[in-house]
């Protein structure tokens, strides 16, 4: 092939993946930027005047929106934080002690994270209810956490395992205890780790729809899901406000993960081919 | 490397206690409360092997896992294939490649509810940008009245949510490969393509199956996106196992049966696991590490 030609076929294929990638998110954003009876003109107008009337009319028309969002910050939140601090300590014994159980709990760690997710909440959605947890922000912390903690785990491992053994070993001559060690020599080392699995358990909260379906009903559900219940029954001008919520939802996670974006090829790769 | 201590095992503890409280207890539960009949999970009644009887006689069960093999395939191969080649890409050398890496993830930051909102918009055949254009062309994509329609457009969503999952693997792979292994092909005269064949491929092999093993563990569990576009209709036509399994279980009540079709996914991916578990030990011990 000349180089030319090599060249065209290059340029052709980044602007596929460009339109792939970006187009449906584009078409949120410009969707709830037009005017409600504009969003389904065919041809598309590419062209048209920006109006801010979906966002004015979100506080009004989709009063459920806000709350729901609220509820998805607040169980992302608690979900990274729990899912955090567990992984980390978990990891560092990971990286630093060897033995026939640390190794095949280590494997088993991997296999749980295959199992189907609706298949654990059969026996999970009486028991929560028996504990009298369902509808709560909870439950929906403690299984989202649980979801991620060992894939955060095994990236942690990979993390603290660059920090070198030498420092613990120092630190302990000194006489600092294990707790000392971990977050006086561990933590400030590893923060970019910290940082690469906090945002993997950040995003998948904040986006989840299964769980939330199962385990909410009205206090706790999150934006996800009351976004799906107004999609079904959505008519006319309604599709305006619905995709200014849904960009609202999106741009957050949108612009950490376009951000963040070293941290998560870092965090996937470790996480999966490590693993 | 160290033996454990008390202080690590108490380290280690909060995690593995997560663990089996959500996943592992709950997943061997399941096996037990397939053999039984129940309605939301309580008032148990010991049936033996009558749940498996009762689903391996329903149609819509046999339905469920023809259309989840074939989606699942059909999704797993065309997307690392997609990665596979955007990969090839991206290490070949574009401009602006960290800001093309950090593009390629944004739809890893979309929702599964919002990714099947945009889909449907998009490729309503009589007023989304894509449905129509290929509407005019004889090609209508109506997925309330037709199985394949439907089924296709959740192959296309899922392999859109999940493809940087994919690229990254891949091209993380790629870009493990030492550089002068290229040089010494390019001495003995290989082309490109040659290359692409000798070196790339084979060396990428292990990474190919671990980007396989999960994509196929994670597709088995295909839930939102059928739920959300058809609801598993029409008639039943395009549900998948894990639309099956929340019908029976949420709609109908009945989590003894529920139970059994969780048993078997269970079981089908640990299956599909150890299969590629076992291709990667072999390909690892031929040398292609």
């Known amino acids: 092939m000349s180089d030319t030609l090599v060249r ?38 590419l062209v048209f005047v920006p109006t801010l009337e979906n966002y004015r009319a979100l506080w009004t028309e989709f009063a459920d929106f806000f709350p729901a969002l609220r509820n998805s910050l607040i169980v992302a939140v608690g979900a990274t934080l729990l899912s955090t601090v567990v992984s980390f300590m978990a990891g560092y014994v990971y990286s630093r002690y060897s033995g026939a159980l640390v190794a095949s709990s280590a494997l088993y760690m991997i296999a749980v994270r295959l199992l189907p997710p609706i298949v654990v909440t059969l026996p999970l959605f009486p028991a929560v209810d028996f504990l009298g947890l369902s509808d709560t922000h909870l439950v929906l912390i403690v299984l989202y956490a649980a979801f991620w903690v060992s894939l955060v785990t095994i990236i942690l491992k990979t993390f603290i395992d660059e920090v070198p053994r030498e420092l613990d070993e120092a630190a302990e001559m000194d006489g600092a205890s294990q707790l000392q060690i971990l977050l006086r020599v561990i933590l400030p080392l590893a923060a970019q780790g910290i940082a690469a699995g906090a945002i993997f358990v950040f995003i998948f909260s904040w986006n989840e729809f299964l769980f939330a379906l199962i385990f909410t009903t009205s206090n706790a559900k999150t ?32 612009l950490l993960v376009i951000l963040a974006n070293r941290l998560i090829v870092a965090g996937l790769t470790s996480g999966a081919v490590k693993g | ?49 009558d749940n498996y009887a009762r689903i391996f006689s329903d149609p819509a069960f046999w339905r469920a896992t023809s259309n989840t093999f074939i989606v699942v395939n059909a999704i ?43 889909w449907k918009s998009l490729m309503n055949p009589s007023y989304g940008v894509i449905g129509r254009t290929i509407a005019d062309m004889g090609y209508a994509m109506n997925w309330s009245a037709s199985p394949v329609a439907g089924l296709t457009l959740v192959a296309i969503i899922s392999i859109w949510q999940h493809l940087p999952f994919s690229v990254i693997l891949i091209y993380a792979g790629m870009t493990a490969i030492p550089g002068s292994l290229y040089e010494a092909a390019e001495v003995d005269g290989a082309g490109r393509f040659q290359s692409f064949c000798r070196v790339t491929l084979p060396l990428l092999l292990p990474t190919l199956l671990i980007a396989l093993l999960f994509r196929f563990a994670f597709a088995f569990r295909l839930f939102s996106e059928v739920g959300l576009l058809t609801g598993g209709g029409p008639a039943r036509t395009t549900e998948v196992l894990g639309v099956y399994l929340y019908r029976d ?29 076992w291709l990667m030990q072999r390909s690892m011990r031929n040398g292609n590490v």
Do not use: C
Not at chain 2, 109 to 116: A, H
């Open chain 2, 76 to 118: 797993v191969y065309l997307e690392i294939l997609l990665a596979t080649a955007i990969a090839a890409l991206l290490v070949s050398g574009v401009p602006f490649r960290s800001l093309m890496i950090a593009l390629v993830l944004v739809p890893y930051s979309v929702s599964e509810v919002i990714t099947v909102l945009v």
């Open chain 1, 223 to 254: 934006a996800p899901l009351v976004i799906s219940e107004v999609m079904d029954a959505i008519y006319g001008t309604s599709w305006g406000v619905l995709f200014a919520g849904v960009t609202v939802q999106i741009l957050p996670v949108l």
């Open chain 1, 8 to 45: 065209i076929v290059k340029a052709v294929g980044l602007a596929a993946i460009l339109v792939w990638s970006l187009g449906p998110v584009l078409f949120v954003v410009m969707s709830s930027l037009k005017p409600a009876g504009d969003i389904f003109n065919y041809p598309p107008s």
């Open chain 2, 249 to 277: 279980a949420y709609r109908d009540g009945a989590f003894g049966t529920a139970a059994a079709t969780g048993w078997i996914m269970v079981v089908g991916t640990l299956l599909i696991a150890s299969l590629y578990l």
């Open chain 2, 1 to 49: 490397m160290k033996k454990p201590n008390l202080g690590a095992y108490i380290l280690a503890a909060p995690v593995h206690i997560l663990l089996a409280m959500t996943m592992t207890i709950p997943a061997i539960y399941i096996f037990w409360l397939s053999l039984n009949e129940s309605t939301y999970g309580t008032g148990q009644l010991f049936v033996g092997l």
